[in-house]
């Protein structure tokens, strides 16, 4: 059975409309869908989100993770934690570290939240060994929260298969986002 986890980002919740459609669609293309609502979203902590992930996971089937904004870091470290494969991960928007104007706007309490996101490495060579199918990562051109410097990164670390869209913000709501057929068409290529 093919089961797709979606995990939301910094601030979200499951029922963020691209999340939804997704879980919809996804759904229509016979995947079984859990999209957790992570702890304390409006101050993430690695532990806690890794392990909601760890409890919701069941390792027996055919698992497909999707991730956005700081959702991607958490799938990542939960991925390096386990002893089976996965089989696909898409990430939307994966964000990884704070920009200058971040930084300047929401001043010093969110700058100690993300802290241990941005400091504490990543076992890349651990994760890709765990993924089946080549990560995809799905980058917008405006993103005021991932520069299009992460690309790179993404393609040397994970191997990963990068689209830059056009215009989509950070893909959310207030971006008017509500949908991402990228990620459906994505994720229906990996086996």
Known sequence: MKHAYIIHGWGGNPNEPMLVWLKKELGKNGFNVTAPKMPNPEEP?????????SE???????????????????V???????????RGVV??????HLDENTIE?????VIEAARPWMETPIDWRKVKSRI?????????????????T????????????TIVENDKGHFTSSD??????TVISEILKLK
């Not at 919701?56 to 958490?74: K, L, M, N, R």
């Not at 089946?132 to 299009?148: A, E, K, M, T, W």
Request: glycine share 4%; hydrophobic share 40%.
């Open 132 to 148: 089946v199918n080549q990560p995809v990562c799905i980058f917008s051109d405006n993103d005021p929260y991932v520069p299009l």
């Open 76 to 86: 990542l470290r939960y991925i390096q934690t386990i002893d089976f494969d996965v």
């Open 105 to 109: 706007e929401e001043g010093e309490e």
């Open 56 to 74: 919701i996971v069941s390792p027996d089937e055919e698992i497909y993770f999707i991730g956005h904004s700081v959702g991607c870091q958490a």
């Open 91 to 96: 990430l939307i928007a994966p964000w990884m």
């Open 150 to 161: 992460e690309v790179d990164m993404f393609r040397e670390k994970l191997n990963a298969k």
């Open 45 to 53: 902590e690695i532990g806690p989100w890794v392990n909601k992930i």
């Open 176 to 181: 008017n986002i509500t949908e991402n057929p």
